[in-house]
């Protein structure tokens, strides 16, 4: 079964960069679109980003756009999310998670589609 664990979160202020790390055990990750969504407090979780399991297609949330960057290396089983130009709305729990099937339906970011989510990585952008 499917496990992922994210890592890489902080503090950071605002202006600066971080990565976090999304790393799969389990399975093989090579069969998933790998979603990254994040979830501030008092707010629903919302969809930033997602990879298809191949890494050639992507999709962004449009606050993150041209910011956001999410890549994946399936040798070791890991998808990345590096995050520029960081701001203090930025700042929530992220959390990664798996979605098979039809890419573009993936890309609706619906966190019904997704499931092994991970713990979650705490980001807190500073202004």
């Known amino acids: 079964q499917l496990q992922l664990v994210e890592s890489g979160g902080g503090l950071v202020q605002s202006g600066g960069s971080l990565r976090l790390s999304c790393a799969a055990s389990?399975?093989?990750?090579?069969?998933?679109?790998i979603g990254w969504f994040r979830q501030a407090p008092g707010k629903e979780r919302e969809g930033v980003s997602c990879?298809?399991?191949?890494?050639?297609?992507?999709k962004y949330a449009d606050p993150v756009k041209g910011r956001f960057t999410v890549s994946r290396d399936n040798a070791k089983s890991t998808v990345y999310l590096q995050m520029n130009i960081l701001k203090p709305e930025d700042t929530a729990v992220y959390y990664c998670?798996?979605?098979?099937?039809?890419?573009?339906?993936?890309?609706?970011?619906?966190?019904?589609?997704?499931?092994?989510w991970g713990q979650g990585t705490q980001v807190t952008v500073s202004s």
């Open positions: 998670a798996a979605s098979t099937g039809i890419f573009g339906l993936a890309t609706l970011m619906r966190t019904e589609r997704f499931g092994s």
């Open positions: 990879i298809s399991s191949s890494g050639d297609r992507t």
């Open positions: 389990g399975a093989t990750l090579d069969y998933y679109h």
